[in-house]
């Protein structure tokens, strides 16, 4: 395989986000890619496509959360393509956080899943990136991270958690040539079927906006403007007020047989 060309990590590359961005850095950056998650057909039939047009992808089955899966993975790229030059931490989301079935499982396994998995990603590249003096982290946050939203308990804490773990890296690591991009999207169409939630942006648009934010190594890049706007003034409200304004968003009580 050609080992000339920069190497993109791609965590969730076999659906959504991840495999929109996969094949833009192909398209308009030439890099070659990693493309990495658990569905190994999916991920087969997006290589072969990428090969086709003309690019580099190696297609690896991996569960991110497993950190000896990730440095197993992280060993064949290097093997096969070369140095990693850009990781893009994308795996994450979470199921709702139900009230009446809270538990602390739960809300480890949405960690584990937003948190972790990035961790787990860093602390396999960051000592050859640290070595080379140069490279690129990408981590996908989320608006939810701003402040707690009702139904989401899990998933907004582990963004929130998440957007400080890397505002931390991101002063440390930009001195010693390792670059940090964090991206906060609102609403994405990643799944076709899903009823349309406020200011939601189709899959490829939202992917061309964050893929420009990675190119020009943005810091820190939120959109779309009116739900960071809007995010924004909720995190500056007393929580009376806050707490009105999400009043009957989260799970609906459940009526008990007597
Ligand atoms: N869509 C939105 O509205 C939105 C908004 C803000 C932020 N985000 C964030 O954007 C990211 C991608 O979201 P998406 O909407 O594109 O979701 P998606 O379509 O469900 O994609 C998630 C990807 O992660 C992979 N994945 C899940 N668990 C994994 C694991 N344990 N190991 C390896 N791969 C795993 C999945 O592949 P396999 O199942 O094949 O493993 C899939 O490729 C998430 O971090 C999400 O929180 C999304």
């Not at 959360?65 to 893009?88: K, M, N, Q, W």
């Not at 990643?190 to 406020?198: A, Q, T, V």
Request: glycine share 8%; hydrophobic share 45%.
């Amino acid at each position: 395989m050609n080992r000339d060309r920069p190497v993109s990590f791609i965590t969730g590359a076999s659906s959504g986000i991840g495999r929109s961005l996969a094949r833009r850095i192909v398209q308009d950056e030439g890099h070659a890619v990693a493309l990495i998650a658990r569905r190994k057909d999916l991920l087969d039939e997006l290589a072969l496509e990428i090969e086709q047009a003309g690019g580099t992808a190696l297609a690896i089955e991996c569960d991110v959360t497993d950190a000896t899966s990730v440095r197993d993975a992280l060993r064949t790229v290097e093997s096969t393509l070369g140095p990693v030059t850009r990781l893009i931490a994308n795996v994450g989301g979470g199921e709702r956080t139900d009230v009446e079935q809270f538990s602390a499982m739960h809300i480890e396994r949405v960690f584990t899943l937003n948190v972790m998995s990035t961790a787990i990603c860093i602390e396999a590249v960051l000592p050859g990136m640290l070595m080379r003096g140069s490279g690129h982290i990408v981590a996908m946050g989320s608006l939810a991270g701003y402040r707690g939203l009702p139904g989401a308990a899990g998933y907004s804490a582990a963004k929130a958690a998440l957007t400080n773990m890397m505002e931390s890296l991101r002063m440390e690591l930009r001195p010693r040539g390792v670059q940090v991009t964090l991206l906060l999207p609102g609403f994405v169409r990643s799944k076709p079927k899903r009823k349309k939630r406020p200011f939601e942006l189709e899959l490829e648009a939202a992917t061309a906006r964050m893929h420009r934010a990675i190119l020009v190594r943005k810091p820190r890049y939120a959109f779309p403007w009116p739900l960071v706007w809007i995010a924004s003034v909720c995190r500056l409200l007393p929580a009376s007020v806050y707490d009105v304004l999400l009043a009957g968003r989260g799970s609906k009580p459940r009526v008990r047989a007597e």
